[in-house]
């Protein structure tokens, strides 16, 4: 490619930003399309061009393709060594965009190390075949007792296909339209019949009183304008000795979230999070680390009460 279709192609932000997150980690086209914020046909479409310019090697392994940073790109003594140098300088620099992607790609390593299950440091570190947090939690779940449950805020329902799993029947609450069409349509596609969609608003949450034996508040808080209300409607739905299940974010500082994905809250801190849960008339309220990495900015916090 000569320099004037190369300094083209360079012009674009996406394929800049992908080139940013691929000099970090070889990555498929579903991880970039979460970092990236993307749809998957764009982010194909640029993984094309930058792979025909030479700029980003592909490769296959077991069910996914794997995308890096071509190798020849930062080699010395490559006609580009020049060009990868000032571009390794620009995406140096901190900026909100640039911290963005870097959280989300924070986030992608997490989940790959709770799905690959790997565990210790250095030569201890094993992979274990078939060791599965879902299936740990599917398997904890047969402990329990059938009940009701709500969940306010279920999105796209992938908790609350879970908790179906092993509850009575699943309430859950969602107020977008779209949102719970997709997870509606999850749920047929899996055979899950025993929940129920509604969408409604998280602070008048369209449940009878004391009808659940269990609310589900996950990820939720954070996008609530009034956090105290929703627990408030927790506690009308749930029946006497019902309980609140919470994971959400710890305080955190990456503004970025307001616009990206429309939270309204940089988390919680533990105190304040332990302060609404006991406000809104809650007992015995337990508030714990659910999940923490050193590199990653988020870390997510589990809280429970009994009404």
């Known amino acids: 490619m000569d320099t004037p279709a190369l300094l083209r192609l360079l012009g674009d932000e996406a394929r800049l930003r992908l080139l940013r997150m691929l000099s970090r980690e070889a990555l498929n086209v579903s991880e970039l399309t979460g970092i990236l914020g993307l749809a998957q046909s764009g982010v194909s479409r640029h993984l094309g061009l930058l792979r025909e310019a030479g700029l980003v090697a592909e490769e296959r392994?077991?069910?996914?393709?794997?995308?890096?940073?071509?190798?020849?790109?930062?080699?010395?003594?490559?006609?580009?060594?020049?060009?990868?140098?000032?571009?390794?300088?620009?995406?140096?620099?901190?900026?909100?965009?640039?911290?963005?992607?870097?959280?989300?790609?924070?986030?992608?390593?997490?989940?790959?190390?709770?799905?690959?299950?790997?565990?210790?440091?250095?030569?201890?570190?094993?992979?274990?075949?078939?060791?599965?947090?879902?299936?740990?939690?599917?398997?904890?779940?047969?402990?329990?007792?059938?009940?009701?449950?709500?969940?306010?805020?279920?999105?796209?329902?992938?908790?609350?296909?879970?908790?179906?799993?092993?509850?009575?029947?699943?309430?859950?609450?969602?107020?977008?339209r779209d949102v719970l069409a997709r997870a509606a349509a999850l749920a047929k596609r899996r055979k899950v019949t025993n929940i129920t969609w509604k969408r409604g608003d998280l602070e008048r949450a369209p449940v009878k009183d004391a009808s659940a034996d269990l609310v589900l508040l996950s990820q939720a808080l954070h996008h609530a304008d009034e956090p105290a209300h929703v627990l408030a409607e927790a506690s009308r739905v749930l029946r006497p000795g019902g309980r609140v299940l919470i994971l959400d974010l710890r305080a955190h500082a990456e503004e970025w979230v307001r616009a990206k994905l429309g939270d309204r809250w940089l988390g919680f801190t533990d105190q304040r999070l332990r302060a609404l849960v006991e406000a809104a008339g809650f007992q015995d309220v337990v508030v714990r680390v659910g999940a923490r990495r050193s590199e990653d900015p988020f870390t997510v916090l589990i809280a429970a009460g009994t009404r």
């Open 61 to 176: 392994s077991g069910a996914f393709t794997w995308y890096r940073l071509a190798p020849a790109v930062t080699d010395a003594a490559d006609a580009r060594a020049g060009l990868w140098s000032w571009l390794a300088g620009e995406f140096s620099r901190a900026t909100p965009a640039m911290d963005a992607d870097d959280a989300r790609l924070a986030e992608v390593r997490r989940l790959r190390q709770e799905s690959f299950a790997q565990h210790g440091t250095g030569e201890r570190r094993q992979l274990v075949p078939g060791r599965s947090w879902a299936a740990w939690a599917r398997a904890i779940g047969l402990l329990l007792p059938p009940m009701d449950v709500v969940d306010l805020g279920c999105g796209e329902g992938y908790l609350t296909i879970e908790a179906a799993r092993w509850a009575r029947r699943v309430v859950a609450i969602d107020r977008s």
